[in-house]
């Protein structure tokens, strides 16, 4: 038996078959999960949708996490067709280009505002809509990271200080769902070569740093964050609430 026979998961962020959110999705699928997936844009559509039916998707809705019309049309859906969730997976970020280079004193108001509002927020806002959908469930959710948020990389910059404000979010819904049986975790993936990382700068120097100094001598797949997913929204992960789980093949313990 599969470890989420039976479990109904809604996934944010496949943009198309290279992101971690698809990774997640095959994975949850191989162990019996149900899947809905929710995309961003008329561009994806014809990306995500389908890989969506390839993979037997139930649903496939179209959500831009800054519009909360938007999100409540989503679970409005969900609860329509499942009448109930097991899981959510975010694995969304955004900055604007141009603040994902330079110095970070450049980072501006509206760009700082967006980065967050998309990157982090939008964490708080699908939790607060996918609660009361989890009710009696033990649902989980999940969101993913990267050590940017913990300590300073080149270029990373606005989006570093949101993922430092998302890894709070997770300690902070942790406590607030607690009570609800709902868990809250995040996975801090190493680099990994997804359309969120092309044409970043030094993305493949810093690629190379993990390969040389991490504890095992390597960069890690989509398909070992997919497993640790699949860990922590499992059963198997029913104490664990509240963490910030890296999957970077150990490269945050080195000092130098
Ligand atoms: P990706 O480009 O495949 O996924 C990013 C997703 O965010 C896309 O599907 C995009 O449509 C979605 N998105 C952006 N703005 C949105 C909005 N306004 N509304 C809804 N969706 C929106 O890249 P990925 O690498 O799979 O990124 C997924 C997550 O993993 C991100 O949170 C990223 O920060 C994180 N991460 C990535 C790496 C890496 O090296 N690629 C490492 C650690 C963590
Ligand atoms: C992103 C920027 C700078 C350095 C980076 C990254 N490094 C890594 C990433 C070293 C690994 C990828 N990453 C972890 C992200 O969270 C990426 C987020 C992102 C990427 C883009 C590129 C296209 C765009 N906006 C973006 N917003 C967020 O226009």
Redesign the pocket.
Known sequence: MGLLEGKKALIFGVANDKSIAWAIAEAFRREGASLAFAYNGDTLAKRVIPLAESIGAEMVLQCDVRSDEEIASVFRDVKERWGGLDILVHSI?????DE?KGSFLNTTREGFAL?MDV?AYSLIALAKEATPLMEGREGVILTLS?Y?GQKV?????V?GVA?AALEMSVRYLAESLGGTGVRVNAIS?G??K??????????NQ?AGVVAEKAPLRRNITQEEVADSALYLCSNLARGVTGEVHFVDSGYNIIGL
Request: hydrophobic fraction near 50%; proline fraction near 6%.
């Open positions: 970020a955004f900055a604007n280009k994902l980065a990157s990267y940017g990389f080149p270029n990373y910059n989006m993922k993936a680099p990994l997804t359309l969120a990382a092309a044409g970043v700068g030094g993305f810093i």
